[in-house]
């Protein structure tokens, strides 16, 4: 075991414990920039106006039913520091097993979102939209939708999200 990683507080983790995140489901996730940076654009008039960055992102996001075929994409919006979207696994990958640490499983939703964000930054590194800095936060939010009363929720709070840019628990002032 290497001696730094002794020294390191556990993290907690917020995933169901004992869920197969291969599994059919809808899901709602919410990506943040690293330290909640405003780097994909800014909100004018409740209307998202990407840079070339949060273009880049939102292209990215759009792609994925074509590299993740049993995945389908609802609502998602795009905002100045984070990212809110609703997909669906519509079929198990191959092999049931459990995500772990350092061991992905091939199309569950933390694969997903990890090759999302590392597609992301690549690809900003390579066009030079992107320093050596970490793009996201290590981390980012889901729930799994369990209702259709659940699903209207999040589908009305997503697409009202930049209309209500300022009350938004990601909101950073840019002065």
Known sequence: MNSGHRNRPERRSFRLRHYDYRAPAVCFVTLCT?????????????QMQPRELGRL??????????????????GWVLMPNHLHGVLQIVEPAAQPTREAFGLPVAGSLPTLV?????????????????????????RYYEHLVRSEEDYRRIAEYVADNPRRWAEDRFHVAVG
């Not at 992102?57 to 609802?74: D, F, I, Y």
């Not at 690809?123 to 970490?134: I, V």
């Open 114 to 138: 990890r090759s999302f964000k590392a597609a992301v930054t690549r690809t900003a590194r390579t066009q030079g939209l992107l320093g050596s800095e970490p793009l996201w936060q290590p």
């Open 57 to 74: 992102v939102q292209t990215t996001w759009g792609e994925m039913p074509r590299h993740a075929m049993h995945v389908l994409l609802h």
């Open 34 to 46: 690293a330290n909640r940076r405003c780097l994909f654009g800014n909100i004018r008039n409740g």
